[in-house]
């Protein structure tokens, strides 16, 4: 049987020892380390529930495209539609519209479930650099980004 004085003297030694002091991280290969993981980002479709109120105009709002940024923060993306044979429209959580071209070498048909964009270390989709992939693997390259807005 243990001797609860020896148990005891043990444990005073133990708190009576100076503690190291740990070392500080290094975060530049902490942070290294986080952008070496591969992150891919699933869009989804927008989508209106019968539940969902959508007042109309009386005439259909024409949209034009106007000449926007080459890229696009990942976190703003909050879903897609495809309007266009050649192209997917991006919905921003602020509300407004971008139209991702892709180009007449692919069809946007194929993009209706949903698609994915593999996240660089920017946290941005750009065009001619950045492609999106379908649901069934389809890959295709974002030629260029326009902004949608209201006619006048």
Known sequence: ??????????????????????????????????????????????????????????RPVALVEKKADDCVKMEDLAGFSVNRFDSVDLVLKNGALLRAKLGNDCPALGFYGGFYVKANKDRKMCAKRDSIRSRSGRQCAVQSFASLVPAR
């Open 1 to 58: 049987m243990l001797n609860p004085l020896i148990a005891a003297s043990g444990l005073l030694m133990l708190l009576a020892a100076p503690a190291s002091t740990p070392e500080p991280l290094d975060w530049d290969m902490v942070a290294e380390q986080l952008q070496q993981q591969r992150l891919t980002i699933h869009v989804p479709r927008v989508t209106f529930r019968t539940t969902t109120i959508i007042v109309r105009p009386a």
